[in-house]
């Protein structure tokens, strides 16, 4: 089905995108030809080999990686939301959003 999805947004001209939350599914969107990724996947950490290929791929990827630091506890996004670079960009829902540690998951240990 993802690769018919792709295809069918191909042949209207338009991109596809995919939304995933695992590695297994980000690499059969990659391989059904999406053109980019919303966020990378969060269930586990990737192998030198996968990302290798996300890499060759040529797709571009949305990290969100304040969203994900903060599965891990940490307030990395806290710095975008009290830049004057940023904060007159975002609303304070966003600000405080980018504040928060959600604790969801924890996909394994943190790459040293």
């Not at 009290?82 to 540690?101: G, I, Y």
């Amino acid at each position: 089905m993802v690769y018919a999805l792709v295809a069918a947004a191909h042949a209207q001209g338009l991109k596809a995108m995919a939304h995933t939350t695992t590695v297994k599914l980000m690499l059969l969107a990659i391989r059904a030809g999406i053109d980019g990724l919303m966020h990378v996947a969060g269930d586990r950490l990737m192998t030198d080999e996968e990302v290798a290929e996300v890499a060759q791929s040529g797709i571009f990827v949305v990290p969100t990686l304040s969203t994900l630091a903060s599965v891990y506890g940490d307030k990395h996004g806290q710095h975008l939301a009290e830049d004057d670079r940023t904060r007159p960009l975002l609303s304070d829902a966003w600000a405080e959003n980018l504040c928060q540690c959600w604790h969801l998951t924890n996909p394994g240990p943190r790459p040293t």
